[in-house]
Nanobody
Framework: VQLQASGGGLVQAGGSLRLSCAAS????????SGWFRQAPGKGREFVAA????????AYLDAVKGRFTISRDSAKNTVSLQMSGLKPEDTAVYYC????????????????????WGQGTQVTVSS
């Protein structure tokens, strides 16, 4: 299984970016996908997750209302639309996936995702 993340870049504060994560080697139609991020000198942080079966989502409080996670079953891809970006959103963003569904309260647990992409850098300038 490979997860390929793309879409990162440099953007000014208030701008938008769309991250995509394409899966190959397996479909996650009954599973869960998520995005995590890691800023320099900090630990990995949950950002957003979605259950493929019913589209239920969870978000980090700091990104609610600005970020939207979605999935495309036909393309086996998960996307993260980020708007209203702030300098504190600067980090390497990683996509993650698992084959089984999770209860909503567990969507943010990085240890429950066995598959990870390589990360894509998002830099927000002030």
């Amino acid at each position: 299984v490979q997860l390929q993340a793309s879409g990162g870049g440099l953007v000014q504060a208030g701008g938008s970016l769309r991250l995509s994560c394409a899966a190959s080697g397996r479909t996650f139609s009954g599973g869960t996908s998520g995005w995590f991020r890691q800023a320099p000198g900090k630990g990995r942080e949950f950002v957003a997750a979605i259950r493929w079966s019913d589209g239920k989502t969870a978000y980090l409080d700091a990104v609610k209302g600005r970020f939207t996670i979605s999935r495309d079953s036909a393309k086996n891809t998960v996307s993260l639309q980020m708007s209203g970006l702030k300098p504190e959103d600067t980090a390497v963003y990683y996509c993650a996936a698992r084959e089984g569904a999770l209860v909503i309260s567990a969507l943010q647990e990085a240890r429950l995702y066995p598959y990870w992409g390589q990360g894509t850098q998002v830099t927000v300038s002030s």
